[in-house]
Nanobody, 114 residues
Framework: QVQLVESGGGLVQVGGSLRLSCAAS??????MSWHRQAPGKQRELVAS???????TYKESVKGRFTISRDIPKNTVALHMQNVKVEDTAIYYC??????????WGQGIQVTVSS
């Protein structure tokens, strides 16, 4: 089972920036993505990136968030800019392998204060 370890969360003010990182312990991943879950809401896809570095974004984060990936290092990052209160959530990293089961990170809290 691949382990995913997230880092970089915390408290940030509205309009500020934050960078989340996720490192996979192994595996070859077709897609790596970031998801989030706010209190009382379902988990949702925020951004994903393929092995050929094609990125897709949730509409509400387009132009503010950037997903990037280092394939040799097996890492994925989410650079969050101009954050809003509604970005407050637990953020999860996910890795979809070429073969085998999908892996999830343990989640990391991001809190945006006004």
């Amino acid at each position: 089972q691949v382990q995913l370890v997230e880092s970089g969360g915390g408290l940030v003010q509205v309009g500020g920036s934050l960078r989340l990182s996720c490192a996979a312990s192994g595996g070859i991943h077709k897609t790596m993505s970031w998801h989030r879950q706010a209190p009382g809401k379902q988990r949702e896809l925020v951004a994903s990136i393929t092995r050929n570095l094609t990125a897709t974004y949730k509409e509400s984060v387009k132009g503010r968030f950037t997903i990037s990936r280092d394939i040799p290092k097996n890492t994925v990052a989410l650079h969050m800019q101009n954050v809003k209160v509604e970005d407050t959530a637990i953020y999860y990293c996910r890795a979809t392998p070429l073969f085998g089961a999908i892996s999830w990170g343990q989640g990391i809290q991001v809190t945006v204060s006004s």
